[in-house]
């Protein structure tokens, strides 16, 4: 055997994307067994999390340079679907903390990120809203604020965000992006209130007088429109083009891949009542055989079937702008992002329609008692489509037309 040839060998102990899927998979029972302990904690419960990490699911994004296994988007939300066919819940608290690795090792340069990664511990939550004060100070800033809803926190290690950083001149403070670390802020503890997502440790964070070095934070940076022309500092240093991406579209693929599998718990569910519950009319039969619930199914699975594609055909699309602007044969533009991202909510609003006109209006009462999973399934779709993102979909055709038409917007006319 040639060494070349040796070389080309598989590294055994890395897991393939198929068998990252497989254990994702593999975990759907227990994940689903221990929803309610999972909401009655706000979060994951610590041995399911310890689980996550011996499977290296929060490595996925992380560099090979720091030990991560450098997977594609593709393998990511797979795995983040197979997930949510156990808990939806569960696993929002889980992608929202280990997606943010990908952007990290996007746009931080290369001292940053031997930091964040070096330790090989990293997770991430983290929140675009600006509610953080940053004010300049010898070798860095002073942090100050409160951010609300950052899911993934309690297994975090450190949190992304942005911050208006007070400028020295008086004039008007400018967006920023930092990166902090867990010793910096302070978990509130305030979540579980909510009808649904009660699993996704979506806590508030608070940061007091908290000093971040200066290469933690990133000024006239915003994390929804971070230019990636010829590429970004992550891309040359990993010589992966998978770094060169853009931020909207990404965290909307998230959710998306969530919802997915989300639906598929929900089918699951249906088929589960169409084998064990009769129909509540003559002839009485086991659902099963009834005409009208193999309808209700099958539309169901076509409409879920639909979504899961449409989301594949997006993320591939993601996939190639991020090599197209790596090779220079194509910007990956705020537009592309945006119109992208608004592909992908309306996938979300279009399971929600699933989910509430095939499936819940023929399930039956009883399958909405509290503590049912059907009617768990409600309450973290329901609470999913207050979600800011989707909550602004009518904005969002707008702020579509206004850019595709380059029609400026009504504050600049």
């Given at each position: 055997m040639t060494t070349a040839h040796a070389a080309a060998q598989p590294d055994l102990a890395v897991p393939s994307p198929e068998e990252l899927v497989g254990r994702a998979r593999a975990m759907r029972e227990e994940l689903l067994a221990r929803q309610e302990e999972?909401?009655?904690?706000?979060?994951?419960?610590?041995?399911?999390?310890?689980?996550?990490?011996?499977?290296?699911?929060?490595?996925?994004?992380?560099?090979?340079?720091?030990?991560?296994?450098?997977?594609?988007?593709?393998?990511?939300?797979?795995?983040?679907?197979?997930?949510?066919?156990?808990?939806?819940g569960s696993a929002w608290c889980f992608a929202l903390a280990a997606n943010h690795a990908l952007h990290v090792a996007s746009w931080y340069p290369e001292e940053v990120q031997d930091r964040a990664f070096g330790n090989h511990d990293f997770r991430a939550a983290s929140v675009s809203a600006p509610t953080v004060r940053a004010k300049k100070t010898d070798g860095g800033y002073v942090l100050d604020g409160?951010?609300?809803?950052?899911?993934?926190?309690?297994?975090?290690?450190?949190?992304?965000?942005?911050?208006?950083?007070?400028?020295?001149?008086?004039?008007?403070?400018?967006?920023g992006m930092f990166l902090a670390p867990e010793e910096s802020f302070e978990r509130l503890h305030n979540w579980g209130e909510s009808t649904g997502l009660k699993a996704t440790g979506s806590e508030s964070i608070r940061f007091t007088d908290a000093f971040v070095e200066a290469e933690l934070v990133i000024e006239d940076a915003n994390m929804?429109?971070?230019?990636?022309?010829?590429?970004?500092?992550?891309?040359?240093?990993?010589?992966?083009?998978?770094?060169?991406?853009?931020?909207?579209?990404t965290f909307t693929v998230s959710l998306a891949s969530l919802a997915v599998g989300g639906l598929y718990h929900a089918?699951?569910?249906?088929?589960?009542?169409?084998r064990t519950r009769k129909t509540p009319l003559p002839p009485v039969q086991l659902r099963l055989y009834d005409v009208d619930y193999q309808r209700h199914y099958g539309a169901a699975w076509t409409k879920i079937r639909t979504a899961e594609l449409a989301l594949d055909g997006v993320i591939a699309q993601h996939?190639?702008?991020?090599?197209?602007?790596?090779?220079?044969?194509r910007e990956y533009t705020f537009v592309d992002d945006w119109s992208l991202a608004c592909v992908v909510r309306e996938i979300i609003i279009q399971l929600w329609e699933t989910l509430e006109h095939d499936l819940l209006r023929v399930v039956g009462s009883g399958s909405m008692r509290q503590g049912e999973r059907f009617d768990r399934i409600f309450r973290d779709m329901s609470s999913l489509l207050t979600h800011r993102n989707p909550m602004l979909r009518e904005q969002a055709f707008r702020n579509t037309a206004n850019l595709l038409l380059e029609i400026p917007p009504p504050e600049a006319r």
């Open positions: 999972a909401e009655r904690l706000t979060h994951l419960p610590d041995d399911v999390h310890e689980q996550f990490v011996a499977n290296g699911f929060y490595d996925m994004f992380v560099p090979k340079k720091y030990g991560g296994l450098e997977v594609s988007p593709r393998t990511f939300f797979a795995v983040c679907k197979e997930l949510a066919r156990g808990d939806m409160v951010v609300d809803y950052c899911s993934g926190i309690p297994h975090s290690t450190w949190y992304l965000g942005q911050c208006m950083v007070e400028q020295e001149d008086g004039s008007a403070p400018a967006m929804i429109d971070i230019p990636v022309k010829d590429g970004t500092v992550g891309s040359q240093l990993h010589g992966n083009p998978m770094y060169a991406g853009r931020g909207l579209l089918l699951d569910e249906f088929e589960r009542l169409m996939e190639e702008f991020c090599r197209a602007t790596v090779d220079g044969s």
